[in-house]
């Protein structure tokens, strides 16, 4: 048995006590025998921890991995080995803070699962709040900002580390905190280029699936499915990049990938500027609003190797404050197949911008139904003339959108459990 904190309890000795989020109520009991036993996680922790292979352990409230308001961060690293699940009650989350590690590493045939503390079948969007690993790297909002609930985050350490994700499942997750907002599924806020995100499903969020703020991180092999805000979401002068990613919003869900350099009117330096690659962005809803790519508040970047169906509301908008960056180069789509009836939205997208390459109305229509059933959906589409896609975390790849049909990641360790009624 191993007990980490000032009031560490046995799950069986009865219930464990209500605590402020600053206390440290973490038990973790791996039995006489070394093997599971039962496990609740609650409060802060502030010493390493490690969750067993193939054990289920159960999230109350929010725990904070590392002190939120520690002067200096606390270098504190919560280990969860494959095959772990963590059932999470409604108000719970998990916050790993700057300066903490969470190193999660699934495998293909034994994933990592955060998913409600409910019985399968029963399960749905908002169930518990979410994870969120904030870090030491830049943000535009000021040396450090603090999202209430959340943490503080950012820095000057564009290096940054807050550990991996590795074949990890996020499910059910975006419950609304006190503040009124929810949570999205997965938050990186200042994250650095040290952290490995590669192999992470979201699904059915009911905010946003994942938000990035500033940072560097770079992600690849990202799923989102069903998610009822935004597929993924970044502003704060996000700086890093992404590859492989699918997207498959729910029918009442908002834009697939929403970019900004900040919330509000400003355009505070530095701009968010990702490099992101190999993208699909598959949508369900008719509504006239809800785009696939939107492009806003002086984003820059480039966008390559783009599938965009599904959405009635338009391929890819942007918006009057990104108009200088379409046209001077800084903000760049480069062979996007787009298979919306209105493919460019905005009075700024008359016309493709001049720096934007092989952009392209595309026939989706034997495949659309494939890429948007929501019980056995196929996310790959078969189609060539991709362009390279450089820069630190990118592979070669000749395919364009989110996954090879020859070489599908999104097999064998993602789900597409229904809500339940």
């Not at 820059?300 to 990104?322: C, E, H, K, W």
Request: glycine residues 16%; negative net charge; charged residues 20%.
């Amino acid at each position: 048995m191993l007990r980490i904190g000032l009031l560490g309890v046995l799950v069986g000795c009865g219930r464990v006590p209500e605590v402020e989020p600053g206390q440290e109520v973490i038990t973790a009991d791996t039995g006489a025998d070394g093997g599971c036993g039962e496990s609740r996680l609650e409060g802060r922790l502030s010493r390493d921890l490690r969750l067993r292979e193939g054990c289920v352990y159960w999230l109350a409230g929010r725990v904070d991995v590392g002190d939120p308001l520690a002067k200096d961060p606390e270098p504190v690293t919560l280990r969860i080995e494959a095959g772990v699940t963590i059932l999470a009650g409604l108000d719970a989350r998990l916050i790993v803070h700057r300066g903490a590690r969470l190193e999660a590493q699934g495998t293909s045939d034994a994933p990592i699962i955060f998913t409600a503390d409910r019985p399968k079948g029963e399960r749905g969007p908002g169930d518990w709040g979410g994870l969120v690993l904030t870090g030491q790297a830049p943000i535009n909002a000021g040396a450090v900002a603090v999202l209430p609930e959340q943490g503080v985050f950012g820095g000057d350490n564009p290096d940054d580390g807050s550990g991996i994700l590795r074949f990890v499942r996020i499910e059910w997750a975006g419950a609304s905190l006190n503040t009124g907002v929810r949570m999205p599924g997965l938050g990186l806020y200042g994250v650095g280029a040290s952290t490995q995100v590669r192999g992470v499903q979201v699904h059915g969020a009911a905010g946003d699936g994942v938000a990035l703020r500033g940072g560097t991180v770079f992600v690849s092999n990202l799923l989102v499915t069903g998610s009822q805000g935004r597929g993924v979401r970044y502003t704060e002068g996000w700086q890093g990049g992404g590859q492989f990613w699918v997207v498959q919003q729910a029918p009442t869900g908002s834009h697939g990938l929403d970019g900004r350099t900040a919330d509000g009117k400003s355009t505070p330096r530095p701009a968010s500027a990702p490099r992101v690659s190999q993208v699909s962005l598959i949508g369900r809803s008719s509504a006239p609003e809800v785009r696939g790519l939107t492009l806003r508040q002086g984003t820059q970047g480039r966008f390559a190797n783009l599938v965009v169906v599904g959405f009635d509301g338009g391929d890819v908008a942007l918006d009057g404050s990104t108009f200088t960056e379409a046209y001077d180069g800084t903000l760049v789509v480069e062979v996007a197949r787009l298979g919306s009836v209105v493919p460019l939205v905005g009075p700024e997208l008359l016309m493709v911008p001049p720096t934007w390459t092989d952009v392209a109305p595309t026939d989706f229509s034997k495949v659309v139904a494939d890429l948007q059933d929501p019980v056995t959906p196929s996310f790959c589409v078969a189609l060539p003339g991709a362009v390279p896609a450089v820069g630190p975390g990118f592979v070669d790849s000749a395919v364009v959108g989110g996954c090879d049909p020859d070489a599908d990641w999104t097999a064998g360790w993602t789900t597409n459990e229904l809500e339940g009624p």
